[in-house]
């Protein structure tokens, strides 16, 4: 079993920044892939980042590439996600995602993970 718990969400004005974490217990991360999703209003929950067990490899959604940087630190089993230059159409609840295993590929699919927290409101205000 994995527990995800995020945090760092909030509200912030266009052009603004949040860095998100995302907390987990009970393993440890060294043999997971981290993976951020964000759903909004009305839509399907959709890919962000990830990053693999150990941090080589990461991939980021086209929409949110060069503002977006996620990070891992399997010391203190924390995953982080720093989102810069804010746009209201980031506007949703961001999801931390955890898929047990280590693969070569990095999973944008929301069926390839495993355990889920309950998600970090971030509102962006135009």
């Known amino acids: 079993q994995v527990q995800l718990v995020e945090s760092g969400g909030g509200l912030v004005q266009a052009g603004g920044s949040l860095r998100l974490a995302c907390a987990a217990s009970?393993?440890?991360?060294?043999?997971?892939?981290m993976g951020w999703f964000r759903q909004a209003p009305g839509k399907e929950r959709e890919f962000v980042a990830a990053?693999?067990?150990?941090?080589?490899?990461?991939d980021t959604a086209d929409s949110v590439k060069g503002r977006f940087a996620i990070s891992r630190d399997n010391a203190k089993n924390t995953v982080h996600l720093q989102m810069n230059s804010l746009k209201p159409e980031d506007t949703a609840i961001y999801y931390c995602?955890?898929?047990?295993?280590?693969?070569?590929?990095?999973?944008?699919?929301?069926?390839?993970?495993?355990?889920w927290g309950q998600g970090t409101q971030v509102t962006v205000s135009s």
């Open positions: 995602a955890a898929e047990i295993g280590r693969f070569s590929t990095i999973a944008t699919e929301t069926f390839r993970y495993d355990y």
């Open positions: 009970g393993r440890m991360l060294s043999s997971v892939t």
């Open positions: 990053i693999n067990w150990n941090g080589g490899g990461a």
